[in-house]
């Protein structure tokens, strides 16, 4: 039974184990600027769970009309649960979680749910993962809110010329997510090995510190959020911490590609893969093409969780 992931672009990704199908996240219909990866929510024929890391629509749009489509069961915050309930999809179909839950998808796979946070979109960012970022702390939720106000008229402002952005921001209408979405992180345990999937750069110390995943898929766009702070650092500094706490055999990322041209750039992962090489040379930093059929858990070098015990338990 191989695990095998093909990446959709974004932070959106197939996991095929066997005769299971398990997107992380779905968000399939992108831009018209942007490179196509060959995927599409209204032509997936087969999807067995969705694992929605938060709900803003550049994760979670297009998990409608898959689990429409599939009879997929959508597993996501209380907010993702919401919008998706108002988009008709059956409670039968829903899974609300927060964090603790344990989830069996089948064929002696699980999945562990844990909080997570979103990056801080609110503070001051870079483009590239080089770059220290200082300051924004303190920011109390009253100018949070505000900055990120700020940002999406911003964005409904760059939506009146040009298509791709527009139709982006009419699904996040349609969506009318709340907040950060309620962002999530999952380790999936596989007979092969475990991987865990967060979608956004953002993370709890307590939660990274007790897991020892055999891959690692980890958010790598924005400003890092640090148990509720801003990182005070570079992206690479930030990805490179969250691996030191992880310590996985394997790491990808996501959320790194030129998602939406005109908003977004492609991430020079180059800094990342001297961060890591610098602060946990074992880790292997892999980087996979749209749709590439990746063997997962290949020569990590690792038993299974299920065979040796992981350090959440």
Do not use: K
Not at 124 to 148: I, K, Y
Not at 160 to 173: L, T
Not at 297 to 304: I, L, Q, V
């Amino acid at each position: 039974m191989t695990a095998i992931l093909d990446w959709a672009g974004c932070a959106t990704f197939r996991l095929t184990i066997g005769d299971l199908v398990v997107f992380l996240d779905a968000y399939l219909d992108r831009a018209l600027a942007a490179v196509p990866t060959g995927f599409s929510a209204d032509a997936v024929e087969r999807a067995d769970w969705i694992l929605v890391g938060h709900s803003h629509a550049d994760h979670l749009w297009g998990a409608e009309r898959i689990a429409a489509r599939t009879g997929a069961v959508i597993v996501g915050s209380y907010e993702t649960v919401r919008v998706m309930s108002a988009l008709g999809i059956p409670e039968s179909q829903l899974a609300c979680v927060s964090g603790g839950e344990r989830l069996r998808l089948g064929g002696g796979i699980t999945v562990r749910v844990f909080p997570g946070l979103h990056s801080c979109v609110w503070a001051g960012s870079a483009h590239d993962a080089a770059t220290v970022c200082l300051g924004d702390l303190g920011v109390d939720w009253h100018q949070q809110r505000s900055r990120m106000d700020a940002a999406l008229a911003g964005l409904a402002g760059v939506a009146e010329s040009d298509p791709g952005v527009r139709d982006f921001v009419a699904g996040h209408n349609a969506l009318a997510s709340r907040g950060d979405g309620g962002a999530l992180a999952y380790l999936i345990d596989t007979p092969e090995g475990s991987l865990f999937y967060t979608d956004t750069a953002g993370y709890w110390t307590p939660v990274l510190s007790r897991l020892r995943p055999d891959v690692a898929i980890l958010g790598a766009q924005g400003r890092g959020n640090v148990d509720g702070d801003p990182v005070q650092g570079s992206l690479a500094g930030f990805i490179a911490r969250q691996a030191e706490l992880l310590s996985p055999a394997r790491l990808l990322l996501g959320h790194h590609d030129d998602w939406m041209p005109g908003l977004t750039a492609a991430l020079d992962t180059t800094p990342v893969r001297e961060a890591l090489a610098e602060r946990t040379p074992g880790v292997d930093f892999v980087e996979i093409g749209y749709r590439s059929g990746y063997p997962l858990f290949t020569s990590t070098g690792r038993a299974s969780t299920a065979e040796t015990g992981d350090r959440h338990e």
